[in-house]
């Protein structure tokens, strides 16, 4: 992704999955067919599978099936995926952006002088009854999209583990006790007796041979 990302100067970018998978895909595509996906265009910086440099990939022919029947055998194919997008894990944070689409006749009345004219002083060929039909040629023909901020604030979703180490030992703990009665110093006892009876036993062999020493010097 840092490969992908490094081309745009000064721009900031965060973990993504969906962009991980797609410069994934793009990079089986290459090691399968020599180019990447034309409708991935923006990740062509990629690193080819078992390399180390940065490439940039050439754009597959858009008629060619190489591309797509990659991208179908990527997807189709756990071995693969989990080969070439070992590293795509799932986000600490991610944003949500609720999209809410409405549509509505365009252009407004008001604005159709306008089109007309802009119509008529550029190159665009008109039809030859264009003086009477101009008002639906402009309907017809005319799309309008307009992209507006429906709200300021923004839901941030946070992913963080219930249980940190110090919490699962305590728990441990905490049952243990609590079923079995064991606790850190009966722990700490027990392994102290286990050590008492190991050196006893240690004791009892080395005296018993300092004494068979000492019977075999006698007879000597």
């Not at 894990?89 to 999209?99: D, I, M, P």
């Not at 905490?174 to 009665?181: A, F």
Request: glycine share 6%; charged share 15%.
């Amino acid at each position: 992704m840092q490969a992908m990302f490094d081309q745009f100067s000064g721009a900031k970018y965060d973990y993504g999955l969906e962009i991980c998978f797609i410069v994934a895909m793009q990079t089986y595509t290459y090691d399968q067919c020599g180019c990447v996906s034309p409708y991935e265009w923006s990740a062509r910086y990629i690193i080819p599978h078992g390399a180390n440099n940065i490439i940039y990939a050439n754009l597959c022919n858009i008629s060619d099936s190489c591309y797509s029947d990659a991208a179908d055998r990527f997807q189709g194919s756990l071995s693969i995926s989990n080969d070439y997008a070992s590293n795509c894990g799932l986000e600490c944070n991610t944003n949500e952006y609720v999209l809410q689409l409405s549509s509505g006749l365009a252009p407004s009345s008001w604005y159709m002088n306008s089109i007309k004219e802009f119509v008529e002083s550029s190159s665009i060929p008109l039809p030859s009854n264009w003086s009477s039909t101009w008002s639906n040629e402009i309907q017809n023909n005319y799309v309008s999209l307009d992209i507006v901020c429906g709200s300021t604030l923004v839901q941030s979703y946070t992913q963080q583990a219930t249980l940190q180490s110090v919490d699962v030992i305590s728990n441990i703990g905490g049952q243990t006790g609590l079923w079995i009665g064991i606790s850190f110093l009966s722990l700490m006892e027990f392994a102290e007796m286990i050590f008492r009876l190991i050196r006893r036993q240690v004791y009892l062999i080395k005296d018993k041979i300092q004494k068979r020493r000492n019977v075999y010097d006698t007879k000597l």
